[in-house]
């Protein structure tokens, strides 16, 4: 058994297991895919204090070196069910059951879909919710990128480097992201911010080929040739292994005070999962050492 087991290694979920593991604890993280969640697919992240530039898969190799080094396991593998009440926490996975006292919930979000009726069937033939996974496969091409939030101008940005065409469009009047990023949005040329619009549809055979969108104020409506969607519209909370006994706020998100305490003993949430007011790497990094410090007086008896 061990003390504790991280499910997620986001930014989170990594740097609690660092502070886990130096403080003794045999820990393990579990995660499905690979090191970095969402941070890993940003080209660049400049806002990591320490680090005024840096590549986000390069941070995640770091935050997952770090944490080996320190004495935490790692299984690339999916928890398909949690069993979160009780003394021994039990994760489901593949047959197998791993077992702890103690559990870090740190499973971040996924992106949220816009439900356009080709969405699906289109989605990887020119439907992406990745500019920096996908948009080298545009180069010199034009894409659309929908949203007007931090993430959906750094989208923007990223294809204006490699795209002859980008559209932005957003439905209202002024971006939600900040305005620093918005301002270099403004200034780039092939770049074209369509306000108050919404994209109704994406159409193609095999591939996107266009995009009907409509303006909300007048309520006319075009159709745009575009050989990409991304679609850049927030998150959803990751919360479908939880089950029903984890007190969760309206929206999904798992609700944990600052120190990262959830209703149910010995579990913690960290990052995104929790619900807090600024969803960044460094916040979702912090929440990490104290859910890992709160998860240790957990399990040393050392409740406050
Ligand atoms: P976000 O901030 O939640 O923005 C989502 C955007 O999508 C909003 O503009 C929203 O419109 C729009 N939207 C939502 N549902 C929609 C729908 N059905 N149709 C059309 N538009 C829709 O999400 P995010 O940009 O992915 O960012 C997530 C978090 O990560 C944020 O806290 C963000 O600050 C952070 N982040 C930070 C950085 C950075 O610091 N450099 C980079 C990326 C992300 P409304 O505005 O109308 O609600």
Redesign the pocket.
């Known amino acids: 058994m061990y003390d504790v087991i991280i499910v997620g290694a986001g930014p989170a979920g990594l740097s609690a297991a660092i502070y886990s593991a130096r403080a003794g604890l045999n820990t393990l993280v579990a995660e499905s895919v690979f090191s970095g969640g ?1 941070a890993a697919t ?1 080209y660049e ?3 990591y204090a320490g680090f005024p530039k840096i590549n986000g898969t390069e941070l995640a190799l770091k935050m997952e070196t770090h944490a080996k080094d320190a004495g935490a396991a790692f299984a690339f593998r999916p928890i398909e069910r949690a069993e979160l009440t009780g003394g021994v926490k039990r994760l489901h996975s593949g047959g197998e059951v791993l077992e702890a006292k103690a559990v870090i919930l740190a499973t971040g ?1 996924k ?2 879909k ?2 356009l009726a080709n969405e699906s069937r289109l989605t990887g033939s020119g439907v992406s919710y990745c500019a920096t996974c996908d948009g080298g496969f545009f180069r010199g091409r034009t894409a659309a990128v ?9 989208d923007a940005l990223y294809l204006a480097n490699l795209c002859k065409k980008v559209y932005v ?4 009047s002024s ?4 305005k620093s ?1 918005a301002d270099q949005v403004a200034a780039r040329e092939n770049i074209e911010v369509l306000y108050c619009s ?2 109704t549809a994406v159409d193609g055979d095999f591939q996107v080929e266009q995009i009907t969108v409509v303006n909300t104020q007048d309520g006319s409506q075009r159709q745009l040739a575009v050989d990409g969607l991304f679609i ?4 959803e909370p990751a919360n479908e292994i939880f089950g029903d006994d984890l007190k969760l706020d309206e929206r999904g998100f798992i609700c944990a005070g600052e120190d990262c305490r959830t209703n149910l003993p010995g579990v913690f949430a960290a990052g ?1 999962i929790r619900t807090k007011p ?4 460094i916040t979702a990094a912090a929440d990490g050492a104290v859910a890992a410090m709160s998860a240790f007086e957990y399990v040393s008896g050392e409740q406050r």
Not at 278 to 281: A, G, K, N
């Open positions: 969402q940003a992240i400049d806002n979000g992106k949220r816009l439900g929908v949203g007007g939030g931090n993430s959906a101008l750094e469009i957003y439905r209202r971006f939600r992201g900040f990023i919404e994209v850049a519209i927030g998150m995104d600024l969803r960044q790497v």
